[in-house]
């Protein structure tokens, strides 16, 4: 059994506006993710891989469809039981400014999860392990009394991953964690992540909408459209031969950075964005 | 390319400096560069190495703290525009250079219809432009960008737009008065792949369609390597190198290069992290 089992998930959301249509924004999703793996989900915006991110996390609860981490059903955990599984399963958001306290120091954020899950380890062993999960991230110790709003982007988004790793989760969700990094940046971002995988065998759900990232750090990849994943494949296999018209669409709109190797952009039949513009979207 | 085509626009040591409460900061320090007709120029970099402020530099599009200064910004047509004075840039903006930015609904007036925007462009820079007569000319630009049936969308606000569609509105309007030169700042940065796909086909296909030219700025290499002819790599406020895409997408000589281009993750290879 894989340490992340989600079955047939449900998600449906109000409509936003009355009269409108309920956006159903998972439909019955299936997924694994194995110890020490990188499964990645791609789609475009509305595809529901932010939701499923979320869901695998219950950060939001599902309709129905099943979530099990380690042999645990998530989606029925009582409150309780609940906040104790969270050290097990944590999460890296895109915007780190955003999800990091203004107010709180550097040191402050990352300990939270300790204060939180083991809180009889005492004050003295959570700030030595603060330091040392600052130091594994790549954080300078000095960095630990300053707020978020004195670091870079990058920075920021170390003291995300710090705050995410310190309680030795065995499954991190990564939705969009290097979207808003500058490309240098970003990489050093990556290699941090694939080096710590390596070294603890974390399961990693890695939402993105880049494909030279998710082609890079995944070994299998999901491709949602619509609420549904249309297509699970090895990530070379998915690369080298698409199985799905939507996984076609979007390998074709990939830009290669090397201006030897040139995809044309192919629509396929199936696909909104199309449709929204030969219709006028004034909806 | 062309390889005697005509340059549209020769800009030579362009400098920005802004004056914030912390001091005066030199985001642009000094950069050359040239476009020639029916050519994509691609400016490309990182947050912060002075990419937008230096076509906002030539357009004079800076806030007041800030100066720009440059031996001369030669705009075919125009002469050199570097001392023109804000009524003067007003007669080039729209009709001699379009501006695509990156955000279509802060380029687009919330509270106009998309109707009125067209009208109120043209009405600026031609007199006695009835309404009719931009309606049909509006018409005809959504039609050109791709939207079919572009009724609903004259009649609607900006806010009913998805982002691809705004930005397809923004493209219309700045190649209304049919500009020699477009300037594009991250005209897909924030776009879904597959529409991103959509625009930059679109920008493109009119660019070599009309003879124009245009200078694309992006922080994205893929932009550059499959839109571009040529790119300028800015780092730190200044261009570290430029040539044809091939040239440097293919063998970068400059090691900012080098490690810019190291940095985009490719399958099977380790990634060249800068310490």
Known sequence: MSLVEITDVVKTFAARQRGGDPVRALRGVSLQVNEGETVAIIGESGSGKSTLGKAALRLIDVDSGSIRIDGDEITTLETRALRAKRADMQVVFQEPFESLNPRLAIGAIIAEPLQIHRPELGTTEIRKQVLQVMDKVGLPAAQAS???????????????????????????????????????????????????????????????????????????????????????????????????????????ARLSADPRERHAYKAFAGDTTVRQVSTGDAS | MNSV???????????????TPDGVVNPVKGVDLTVRKGEIVGVVGESGCGKSTTIKGVLKLLGPNSTVTADKIELAGHGDISGFKPRQMNTIRGRAVGFVAQNPFGSLNPIYTIERQFYELQKAHRTGVSKRESREIARDMLNGVGIVGPERVLNGYAHQLSGGMAQRV???????????????????????????????DLITGLVADEGRSMLLVTHDLGVIAQYC??????????????????????????????????????SGEKLNVAR
């Open chain 1, 146 to 252: 300053r707020l978020p709003g004195e670091l870079s982007g990058g920075q920021q988004q170390r003291v995300g991953i710090a705050r995410a790793i310190i309680s030795r989760p065995r499954f991190l969700v990564l939705d969009e964690p290097t979207s808003s990094l500058d490309l240098s940046i970003r990489a050093q971002v990556l290699a941090l992540l694939a080096e710590l995988q390596e070294e603890s065998r974390m399961a990693y759900l890695f939402v993105s909408h880049d494909m030279h990232t998710v082609e890079w750090i995944s070994d299998r990849i999901a491709v949602m459209y619509l609420g549904e994943i249309v297509e699970t494949a090895p990530t070379r296999q998915l690369f080298d031969n698409p199985g799905h018209a939507y996984t076609r669409t979007l390998l074709s």
């Open chain 2, 170 to 200: 923004v493209i219309a309007l700045a190649t209304t008065l049919s500009p020699k030169l477009l300037f594009a700042d991250e005209p897909t940065t924030g776009l879904d792949a597959t529409v991103q796909a959509q625009i930059l």
């Open chain 2, 5 to 19: 085509a005509e340059t549209i626009l020769d800009v030579r040591n362009l400098a920005v400096s802004i004056a």
């Open chain 2, 229 to 266: 002819q040529r790119v300028v790599v800015m780092y730190g406020g200044e261009v570290v190198e430029q040539g044809s895409v091939m040239d440097v997408m293919v063998s970068p000589q400059h090691s900012y290069t080098q490690q810019l281009i190291g940095s985009v993750p490719k």
